[in-house]
């Protein structure tokens, strides 16, 4: 079986399910790139959790986790298979790192999984199962998360982080069309640079050493997964590929990575 990348995914504004822009053409492109997984593990940023649980629903919900918009987005539904099985064995692999992990048989699918995956795989074919983050923990427990999961990579299956490279809603409604945030682009540029470099301690340490961090993430929450995606590569060489797909709304980097690890 070929060994999978891991990847991390800005899934931007719920949308995007109906609005794919550059990243929905990205994302197919992406897919056709990789070798067909046989599941899929998302932590994604709309599910918290004071310690790890992982999803074991059979069949996942699609969850409308959002509210105020367009009656069009409600009715939409990714009805991928659960994979109860791999979410014990996840379980089990975190537990062995030393991070027990509680089994949700209800938890359903989030924006930041489903959406993104209508354009990875619009079959909805894929089993699919969630991984929530911890905020409070930071970026070195979250890549732990991650690390805990890579010898999953070499079963088939494919390791994701959903959230958005940049991710301030303060920023709503403040650009217009063709203008962008200050801090969006020295912020992805440093990101870009630190992956490529490998620098862990710089990218744990992003909060301080990052230009605009503040600005460019007032809560950690959609940047965590990329450390979930970056420890899934089980080494200190990351592989890092960026994949370019836009600034949305003025203020939401839309950039995709794909980590092959020393591959």
């Given at each position: ?29 992406l897919a056709a790139a990789l070798p067909r997984p046989r599941a899929i593990v998302v932590a994604s940023a709309h599910w918290l959790a004071p310690a790890p649980r992982v ?209």
């Amino acid at each position: 079986m070929p060994l999978m990348p891991s990847l991390y995914l800005s899934h931007g504004s719920p949308m995007t399910a109906l609005q794919p822009g550059a990243v929905g053409a990205r994302l197919a492109e992406l897919a056709a790139a990789l070798p067909r997984p046989r599941a899929i593990v998302v932590a994604s940023a709309h599910w918290l959790a004071p310690a790890p649980r992982v999803s074991a629903a059979p069949v996942p919900e699609t969850l409308h986790d959002f509210t105020g918009f367009p009656d069009a987005l409600y009715r939409l539904h990714y009805p991928a298979p659960g994979a109860p099985a791999l979410a014990e064995e996840v379980a089990a692999h975190l537990a062995a790192a030393g991070l027990p992990a509680t089994l949700d048989p209800q938890r359903g699918l989030d924006h930041g999984a489903w959406v993104p995956l209508r354009y990875l795989y619009p079959r909805a074919d894929v089993p699919v199962l969630q991984l929530s983050i911890q905020p409070r923990l930071g970026p070195v427990h979250q890549f732990a998360l991650g690390r805990a999961l890579a010898p999953l990579r070499a079963r088939g299956v494919l390791v994701i982080g959903s959230g958005s490279l940049t991710h301030n809603l303060h920023e709503q409604r403040g650009y217009p069309p063709g203008a962008e945030a200050p801090y969006v682009r020295p912020f992805t540029g440093w990101v870009e640079a630190r992956l490529a470099a490998d620098d862990l301690p710089a990218l744990f340490d992003y909060r301080r050493q990052a230009p605009f961090a503040a600005q460019a993430h007032p809560t950690d929450e959609h940047l965590l997964p990329l450390y979930v995606a970056m420890g899934a590569v089980g080494s200190e060489r990351l592989g890092a590929r960026r994949i370019e797909a836009g600034i949305e709304l003025g203020f939401l980097a839309m950039d995709l990575y794909r980590f092959d690890g020393a591959a």
